[in-house]
Every structure is written in structure tokens, then in C-alpha cells.
């Protein structure tokens, strides 16, 4: 039996470049042998002592909701609830293109079989702490000069890798190899380019 690679792998849910890779290591799952474990991150956390424009701060301030409703299901209800949560709410968010935070988490927790009261938790602090905890569980491993998402695997984290559209099938399972071949390379840091499209969903 070949044994199966762990993966943990951090995302904000508001983040449209987190929602693409998630979709993309779904797809390696189905052709390479993974596990994933999901954890959460906070862009609004990660960014609140930076100096930004006033609107994009008031962003911030809203994408705190979705993310704390998953940290309090993954408390109260365990972690097998994240990406159930996290597809429910990716979905409406990215693909339905909407904003309307109280309705996307209210109907989230319903399609993932979550009670309704959780969607309290998107205006409380009660469970920051264990969301920065998760957080930093992943950051810590990379640096605070990148964003979501964040993937670890044997050892390695890495930021991204940032994609358009999500890969799926073989093509899925080779960027996975790739992704292991940089990750199991002492001393790899980096490899970039200047995007020059947008998320793109389809």
C-alpha cells in the first residue's frame, strides 16, 4: 500500500486566490495519494497593524465574520466541518459573487449541517484566540510577507502555489509533483511572476 502524503492547508474564505488552490488540491487528491487537513488563516488579522486606505480597512472589518463562524464550528463541532463550511461559503462567494455576509453564513452552516446559532460567532471575539492560534500555525512557518494560501507538507510550507484557473485532473496531480519536488529542496524559497489575469472561477 503506498503511503499517503499529509497536507495541511490554510486559507482565508474570502480569498479568491486561496479558493482556486483549494480547488486545485481537491482535484490532486482525487489523483495523487493526500490527505488534507484544513486550517484557517485571517487576511483582516494578518493586516491589522499595516497603514491602509481607510475602505479597504472597512474590507477587513467584514471579512472577520466568515471566518470566525468556521473557527467557532471547528470548536465546537471538530475540524471535519472545515471544508464542508469553507466550500458552502467558497461557493457563494466566489462563484455566486456575493456580500451579503449574514446570508452566506447562515446559509452555509445549513448546507454543511451546522446549527444556526454559529453564525453569532461573525460578530463576537470569543473564538479569536483559537483563530489566531490556527493562524499562526501556519504563518509562523512562512513569514508574515505572504498571504493565504499556505500549504505544508513533510516538513515544508510554502505560500501558494497562486493558480488560474484550478488545474483538475492529471494536470492537478503533476502541479502537486512539482509542488513536492520544490518543497523537498533545501534552501527552495521562491519562485514568482507578475499575475496578469484575475481569479478566474470557471
Not at 499562526?136 to 510577507?145: L, R
Request: aromatic share 10%; hydrophobic share 40%.
Amino acid at each position: 500500500m503506498t503511503d499517503r502524503e499529509q497536507v495541511s492547508f490554510w486559507f482565508d474564505p474570502v480569498c479568491p486566490w486561496a479558493w482556486l488552490t483549494s480547488r486545485w488540491i481537491l482535484e490532486a487528491e482525487k489523483v495523487r495519494p493526500i490527505d488534507i487537513e484544513w486550517h484557517v488563516m485571517s487576511l483582516a488579522y494578518l493586516n491589522q497593524d499595516r497603514d491602509l486606505p481607510d475602505d479597504y480597512r472597512e474590507q477587513l472589518r467584514q471579512v472577520w465574520r466568515p471566518v470566525r463562524v468556521i473557527t467557532a464550528a471547528i470548536e465546537q463541532h471538530g475540524r471535519s466541518y472545515t471544508l464542508p463550511l469553507y466550500t458552502a461559503m467558497g461557493t457563494r462567494i466566489h462563484l455566486g459573487k456575493r456580500t451579503d455576509w449574514d446570508a452566506i453564513i447562515a446559509e452555509a452552516l445549513a448546507e454543511a449541517g451546522l446549527p444556526a446559532d454559529l453564525a453569532a460567532a461573525a460578530d463576537s471575539t470569543d473564538f479569536d484566540d483559537a483563530l489566531k492560534a490556527d493562524h499562526h500555525a501556519g504563518t509562523d512557518q512562512v513569514g508574515t510577507d505572504v498571504g493565504t494560501p499556505i500549504i505544508a507538507v513533510a516538513g515544508t510550507a510554502i505560500f501558494g502555489p497562486v493558480v488560474t484557473p484550478a488545474p483538475t485532473g492529471e494536470a492537478a496531480g503533476k502541479l502537486w509533483d512539482g509542488v513536492l519536488a520544490v518543497t523537498s529542496t533545501p534552501g527552495f524559497y521562491e519562485i514568482k511572476r507578475t499575475r496578469t489575469q484575475g481569479p478566474d472561477f470557471k
